[in-house]
């Protein structure tokens, strides 16, 4: 009798072990169902998360539920506002232009993309901005962040803006057909463009990096900024209510980052057939010029907060006309 009752505490106790078990598992955390709508703009903005949406594609990804690779800054913003996507990429000043219009319901995830802007010189003749005083650049972006960056290094230097004849045109392709008509003359111009350029113009060289004249124009300064041209971000509240979730992304978007700059020839292969955006040959060699970042937390405020307040000294409409506040940018914790 004793033994049968031992035998039944026994069970009893390993029965209530095994609840105990399955309570402390269904009440620890758990990772949340993959549910972000993310629309990513077509070009650089969009290479670095090639390997998370081919990813997503399969079943693997862990936060996103389905990704739209976006031809315009316009449409990224229509999903957006509308509530179709939960995360986009977007130029930097135009995150700031959002946080506005959103009374302030935008935060900044991370930056993806440093400066892709470019001058090119035909003849080899460039090695300095000292050198573009008294030539004629072909350049896109009158009244945007080109100018104002171009403006800016030009007044660090101290080189009279005047002293270049600065020919805006409409857009890149124009720019480039200016400069086959006139090669005496220079561009400024972005990648993955440049390396597209330069299929067409086989004397075409890389004259000046402006990243990393900014850079330059950095040294000494604390904190430094730096020529951010492309971020993530979300809407504040939808962060607010998934920080498991956007955190999880943000660990795949660095991943992928970092496997699109080690393995450059599958990544080009992705951005090419699974993604749409350039041609794989073309990619594997503009992927080394295009800048591709992972920068979160107060590193991207500092580089961030930096570069937006170079563009409000420029042009104040360019960021909305204030500054972003603090809950601008997400640092996780």
Not at 115 to 121: E, I, M, P, Q
Not at 132 to 142: N, V
Not at 202 to 227: C, F, I, M, N, Y
């Amino acid at each position: 009798m004793n033994m049968k009752k031992t035998k039944f505490l026994r069970i009893k106790i390993l029965a209530l072990v095994f609840a105990l078990l399955f309570v402390v598992t269904a009440c620890g955390p758990q990772k949340p169902e993959a549910a972000i709508k993310m629309v990513a703009l077509k070009g650089p903005t969009s290479m670095g998360l090639a390997k998370l949406f081919k990813d997503q594609k399969e079943g693997k990804s862990e936060s996103l539920a389905a990704y739209t690779i976006a031809a315009s800054p316009d449409q990224a913003v229509t999903a957006f506002t509308s509530g179709e996507a939960d995360l986009v990429t977007v130029p930097s000043n135009l995150a700031a232009l959002l946080y506005k219009k959103l009374e302030g319901d935008v935060q900044v995830l991370h930056i993806n993309t440093l400066g892709v802007l470019y001058v090119v010189d035909p003849k080899g003749q460039v090695h300095s901005l000292e050198d573009l005083k008294g030539r004629t650049l072909y350049a896109s972006g009158k009244g945007a962040s080109p100018e104002y960056i171009l403006s800016y290094l030009l007044d660090e230097k101290g080189i009279d803006r005047e002293s270049i004849n600065i020919s805006w045109q409409q857009d890149h392709t124009q720019c480039l057909q200016a400069l086959t008509k006139y090669p005496e003359g220079l561009a400024l111009l972005p990648q993955p463009f440049v390396t597209v350029a330069q299929t067409k113009m086989k004397d075409l060289k890389v004259a000046l990096d402006l990243t990393q004249e900014w850079d330059r124009a950095q040294e000494g300064k604390d904190p430094a900024s730096a020529l951010v041209m492309g971020v993530t971000i979300a809407r504040k509240s939808f962060v607010d209510k998934n920080k498991v979730l956007v955190d999880l992304y943000l660990k795949e978007a660095r991943e992928s980052l970092t496997y699109v700059l080690d393995h450059p020839e599958e990544a080009s292969r992705i951005i090419d057939e699974d993604l749409d955006i350039i041609k794989a040959p073309i990619a594997r060699k503009a992927l080394p010029q295009c800048n591709l970042v992972y920068i979160d937390g107060q590193e991207m405020k500092d580089k961030l907060g930096g570069y937006l307040s170079v563009l409000q000294k420029e042009d104040p409409k360019s960021v909305g006309g204030e500054l972003p506040g603090d809950d601008f940018y997400y640092l996780s914790k």
